[in-house]
C-alpha cells in the first residue's frame, strides 16, 4: 500500500516550458487535491476533483491545468512555465467515508525550479 | 476574505517544555480544524476538530477548538527533539475544500 505517490521528486525547467506532475493514490479515495508551498505561506490550492472526470478550481488556479482521467491519477500540467511557478507542489487525497470530512494523505512533494 | 493565521511564526525551546500552538479562522461555511505536523516533506495527520470544547489527545500532543471564539490551540507537553517541524493548522469549508495557515515552525534544542 504506497499511500500517495508524485513524480517527479525534482524538476528544473526553463521559462515557457511545459510539464506534467503525476500524482497517484491507492486508497480509493474520491476526492484528490493540488497544492504549491511557498516559504512562508503554508499550502495553497490550486485545483481539487471530487470524482473521476470532474475538476475545480481552488485559490490559485491560474497558469495550471489538471485532469482526472481515472479515479485514482491526479494530474497537473504547466503548460509554459514562469518563475513565478517555482515551489514545491503536494498532492493530497481524501475519502468520502461516512459522508464527512476527512483527513487528507499527503504525497512526499515536487520540487519545481523554473529559470 | 476567509483566512487561517496561526502563531507564532516560529517558537524555540528546549528539551521537556511545554508549547503552545495557536490557530485563528475566518473561514465561511465552516465544517472541521484539522493539525498536521510537516517534517522534511508531506503534511502528516495529527487531529481534526469539529465540536468545540472536546479535547482530542494523542500521547503529548492535545488540542481543542473553540467555535465561539474561532480558534483552536495544539498543546504539546514535554517537548522531545523529533518534535521539531513546523505545525499546520486548516479549516475544512464548503464542499471538502481546505485553507491552511502558514504554519508554526518549532524548534526544540538538546
Known amino acids: 500500500n504506497a499511500g500517495v505517490t508524485q513524480t517527479p521528486k525534482f524538476r528544473v525547467l526553463k521559462t515557457g516550458q511545459s510539464m506534467t506532475l503525476l500524482c497517484a493514490q491507492d486508497?480509493?479515495?474520491?476526492?484528490m487535491y493540488w497544492y504549491r508551498q511557498d516559504p512562508g505561506m503554508g499550502l495553497r490550492l490550486i485545483h481539487y476533483s471530487v470524482g473521476e472526470g470532474t475538476t475545480a478550481k481552488g485559490e490559485v488556479p491560474d497558469g495550471y491545468n489538471v485532469s482526472r482521467l481515472k479515479k485514482q491519477n491526479f494530474l497537473l500540467g504547466l503548460e509554459s512555465a514562469a518563475p513565478s511557478q517555482t515551489s514545491v507542489y503536494f498532492c493530497?487525497?481524501?475519502?468520502?467515508?461516512?459522508?464527512?470530512?476527512?483527513?487528507?494523505?499527503f504525497g512526499p512533494g515536487t520540487r519545481l525550479t523554473v529559470l | 476574505e476567509d483566512k487561517v493565521v496561526q502563531s507564532p511564526l516560529s517558537l524555540v525551546v528546549h528539551e521537556g517544555d511545554t508549547v503552545t500552538l495557536n490557530c485563528s479562522y475566518e473561514v465561511t461555511n465552516f465544517r472541521s480544524l484539522l493539525w498536521y505536523k510537516q517534517e522534511k516533506k508531506a503534511p502528516t495527520f495529527l487531529f481534526m476538530l469539529t465540536s468545540s470544547g472536546i479535547e482530542k489527545k494523542s500521547g503529548r500532543l492535545s488540542s481543542i477548538l473553540d467555535k465561539k471564539e474561532l480558534s483552536s490551540i495544539l498543546n504539546i507537553t514535554a517537548t522531545q527533539t523529533g518534535d521539531s517541524a513546523i505545525y499546520l493548522c486548516?479549516?475544512?469549508?464548503?464542499?471538502?475544500?481546505?485553507?491552511f495557515g502558514s504554519g508554526t515552525k518549532l524548534n526544540v534544542k538538546p
Open positions: 486548516a479549516v475544512a469549508w464548503g464542499f471538502n475544500k481546505f485553507y
Open positions: 486508497m480509493n479515495h474520491e476526492y
Open positions: 493530497a487525497s481524501s475519502s468520502l467515508a461516512g459522508g464527512s470530512y476527512n483527513e487528507q494523505f
